[in-house]
């Protein structure tokens, strides 16, 4: 018979097992304690319309060949849609366009980073000068600068204030949702390795054309179960060492299986962990993680306002604009690191953003919000803070019968849709090969 697992949350880390454990030949049932799929990235029905909404825009690009891969298996990848070309504007409303030409990496870029006109000619020769450091580094050389802040080694780099905050910073705060001086070098430095540095089509973007929950319908598993809250895991004392056997249920249920993954975000992970000494080490790791919020404002104007599918802002407080509609009407506001803005009221929000939003797109100037949903996720990431793999858990637990998943887990990418299905991926791969604990029992 089949060897049974159970997954503890439908976010993508907990999507990416499940149909890795599927592929192997496990039972899997997946344990979701919300109405959809998608965790952190995924969808609402917004109260009033009825529409279902994004938390937040998701933005994907080319070099991310894990999520890639698991929206193949799920048979999604026609839902997401690349764009070869990066549009900008700033403060002032100008634009500038990001997109490669047939010359090879790391070259394919140059051409229209030279006819980019929202940077200075010297700041240009500053960001040329950085990006050959990076390339020369590799990923090995990253590495050496995990403890140090990406601020640190730009400044080591020559790389003036203003060419940090008009280019580094505004491409990385959304990236990895931190500012340049509270990220690890070698984080900093892995986007734009991989993003502009490697693969010819890496810095390609891409973003889902249907909302993020309608990605996750065909998701691998025998069973999903929704709605359903896990409380805790029941450990077995009594055969040569404990080994988790099962998790427990809000409603008092009880279910059993032959291997369990704990795919929940940080600190639910550490609330079904719970206080026992076994998980501790576990735990404390996970208390260590710090956070930063992230923004995303619906604004639903009366008539079109926008053209271009999507701009990224230089100079702005809003940092992103997503086109969410063919005719314009409906835009996607985003600002990640909001640690000021986080306690600010949605009023507020608003009024400011749709000041700002004028001067980017004039045509809003005449143009009246018919309605707007802002979502605020406090605790959207953990930091990607110098020294921060030495704290990240690994899957591999070394607890007979439980694995971990989730882009807080060591994978050696960040935060993000990619880091999640790596860690699903990765904890698939320890259960396949074996077990969580190195002895095979
Ligand atoms: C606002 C925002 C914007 C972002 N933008 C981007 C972006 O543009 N690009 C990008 O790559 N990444 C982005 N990210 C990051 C990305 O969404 C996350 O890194 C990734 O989705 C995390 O996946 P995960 O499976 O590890 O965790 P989660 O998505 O948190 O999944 C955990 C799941 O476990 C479930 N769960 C928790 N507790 C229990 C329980 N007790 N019982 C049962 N189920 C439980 C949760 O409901 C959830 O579905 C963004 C994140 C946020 C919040």
Known sequence: MAKSAIVVGGGLAGIATAAALTDGGYRVTLIERREFLGGRATSFRERQSGQLLDNCQHVLLG???ELLGLYRRLGVEDRVEFFDTIHFADERGRRGDLYACRLPSPFHLAPAMLAFGLLTIAQKGEIARGMAAMKVLGKGGRDAYADWTFREWLGEKGQSDETIERFWEVILVSA????????????GMQVFQEAFLGEWGGYRMALPRVPLAELYERAAAEEVLFNRRVTGLVVDQQHGGPRVKGVELADGSRMEADQVVLAAAPDSARRILGESPLFEPICRAI?????APIIGAHLFYDRPVMDEPHLALMGTTLQWLFRKDAKGTHIHGVISAAHELAEVDARSLQDRFEREIVTILPRAAGARVERCAIVKEKRATYCPAPGIDRIRPEQRTGIEGLTLAGDYTRTDWPA?????VRSGN????VILEGGSTTHRG
Do not use: F, H
């Not at 949702?177 to 990220?183: F, G, K, Q, S, Y």
């Open 63 to 65: 070099c991310c060949m």
């Open 176 to 187: 990895l949702n931190e500012r340049v001086d509270a990220i690890g070098a070698n984080y």
């Open 287 to 291: 208390g260590q993680l710090r956070y």
């Open 416 to 420: 993000t849709m990619e880091g999640a």
């Open 426 to 429: 990765r904890a698939a791969k």
